[in-house]
């Protein structure tokens, strides 16, 4: 079942509002957010509109966690972050997914949570391809 004001299963127009969707995955879609103050933070959210991971079976979970550690390491390798964080948010949209935000010691965000949308850093059509390039090369 989709929910039509959820953007990881609408995608379009929905999903434009925050991300740019890069590809499938086995179990998930994997989509690029276009705040950017961290460069290369993505969204790997799972296909299908389900609220809460303990509603998975196991062999779900973990092959979306599979999905969740290959994006992990193409961002380790890309972009040499010192660190990704990993965040699981759904008090407003009950669909599972994480971000993942690579983070340097010079961040200013270094040390503590990364804000949900900074608003600081926003790309041209041409930087966000870019980036979903060189993902997309990686995985």
Known sequence: MKDPNCGYC???????????????????????????????????AYKEHIGDITLLSDEQRNAFFADVAKVSGVLQKVFSPDKVN?????????????????KYKDDFEWGGTFAMNPAQKYLSDSEYSEIIDLIKKNL
């Open 86 to 102: 990993y965040g699981a948010y759904g008090d407003t949209g009950s669909h599972i997914h994480f971000h993942l935000v690579p």
């Open 10 to 44: 609408m995608e379009g127009d929905v999903l434009g509002a925050y991300g740019i969707k890069i590809c499938d995955l086995e179990t998930s879609k994997l989509v690029l957010f276009k705040e950017q103050s961290h460069r290369g933070r993505v969204i790997v």
